[in-house]
């Protein structure tokens, strides 16, 4: 249906890097304790941070933070830590979000909210995405209904 590129951390995490992670800057605290714990550790660090570009996505630059805390409240950028291939530690969501209120703040998207031209089936596509990083990391408690 369409491309989504490599997961780089994934393939980080193949090759038995003693240390990755993923960060995100609506979340300063975390990155600063993963950059932290990175320098700290021999060998090979990897931390893949999520930063949108309100240029080359077409977004407010004043939602930049607001885009980025959306990205991992809809499971599409999983927070996480991994030490030699293994996941050690997860950022939990909180407050679960659909994936349509992540990408309508984004002109590079507009394309999938078309009115009367919905393309709910790759939306429903991206939805799954999300979901499989949500099962696959355990970011939402079972208890929580999410």
């Not at 805390?69 to 939990?92: D, I």
Request: contains cysteine; proline residues 5%; aromatic residues 8%.
């Amino acid at each position: 249906m369409f491309g989504t590129g490599k997961n780089l951390p994934r393939i980080a995490m193949a090759h038995d890097i003693p240390y990755v992670a993923t960060a995100s800057v609506s979340d300063l605290h975390d990155l600063e304790a993963k950059v932290t714990r990175a320098m700290g550790i021999g060998g090979a660090r990897y931390i893949h941070i999520f930063v949108p570009c309100p240029l080359g996505w077409g977004s407010a630059s004043e939602n930049t933070i607001r885009i980025a805390r959306l990205a991992v409240e809809c499971g599409l950028f999983p927070l996480f830590e991994a030490e030699h291939g293994e996941v050690v530690s997860v950022g939990k969501i909180c407050r679960r979000v659909p994936v349509d209120d992540y990408l309508r703040l984004q002109r590079r998207f507009v394309h999938l909210f078309r009115k009367g031209a919905e393309d709910r089936p790759r939306i429903e596509a991206i939805q799954r995405m999300a979901d499989a990083n949500i099962a696959r990391y355990g970011l939402v408690d079972a208890e929580d209904g999410q």
